[in-house]
């Protein structure tokens, strides 16, 4: 009888974890920033039907970055929660934090018991009345939970656009301002000796929570309005 291949625990899970890191590092990279109205998303993304940024509830977005297959999933679960909790109890106890919690032990029970990690590293974002009211919580594959600040990037060059997004936001910025950092980011070289890509706006996924907009707070900016915020 032929012994079973023995691999240990530690190593397994460094095994999931790179494989997928460096699917997620495959794809596009979405930026999330906070602007004085509100918090933006930016990707850069051709499609018109296959979304990163997407609604959950009244106040509350989505991004993603990974297999769009698996993040698909995530966020029609998150609006059946969303839903389902809205209606039994009432729409104010539809947070972030609650449907970032949910999201957390999916992704870390997929990651512990499948064979397969979920490649897909997401976003929950919640628009407060206030700036000081914001949330944004950054979810790995493996379910760890990051209360983010300002700002987040994630995917494909993830750090190497941090350090671009880092360096150009402050507080109290506005859309046009911040959507302008964001697409200087995803168009920046790979290396010193490259050059600054230039993204039209067809080729941008926009998306904002807007909070001085009534309940639903999600509106999608494209056309001639995109061109004119980026252009301003």
């Known amino acids: 009888m032929s012994m079973p291949f023995y691999v240990s625990p530690e190593q397994l899970m460094k095994d999931r974890a ?4 460096k699917g997620i590092a495959r794809g596009r990279s979405v930026v999330v920033l906070q602007y004085d109205d509100g918090i933006a998303f930016a990707t850069e993304n051709a499609s018109r039907a296959l979304h990163k940024v997407s609604e959950i509830y009244d106040r509350i977005a989505f ?26 109890y009432d729409r104010v106890d539809v947070t972030a934090r609650g449907l970032a919690n ?26 407060g009345h206030a700036p000081e009211g914001d949330q944004i919580y950054r979810l790995a594959y493996d379910g760890s939970v990051t209360d983010e600040h300002g700002w987040v990037v994630m995917g494909g ?25 964001a697409v200087r980011a995803l168009g920046s070289p790979a290396d010193d000796g490259g050059t600054q890509r230039e993204i039209p706006a067809s080729q941008l996924e926009v998306a904002v929570l807007d909070r001085t907009r009534p309940r639903r707070t999600f509106r ?11 252009g301003a």
């Not at 790179?18 to 890191?21: C, E, F, G, L, T």
């Not at 957390?104 to 976003?123: D, H, M, R, Y």
């Open 102 to 127: 949910a999201y957390a032990q999916t992704l870390g029970t997929v990651f512990t018991t499948e064979s397969k990690p979920l490649e897909v590293e997401i976003v929950v974002a919640e628009v």
């Open 220 to 230: 999608r900016l494209s056309g001639p309005l995109l061109e004119d915020l980026l």
């Open 63 to 88: 991004a993603a970055v990974g297999k769009y297959n698996e993040f698909e999933n995530l966020r029609v679960a998150g609006v059946r929660y969303a839903d389902l909790r809205g209606y039994s």
């Open 157 to 181: 060059q993830a750090e190497r656009l941090d350090g671009v997004v880092s360096a150009g936001w402050t507080a109290g910025m506005t859309l046009p301002a911040v959507l302008g950092l």
């Open 18 to 21: 790179d494989y997928a890191r």
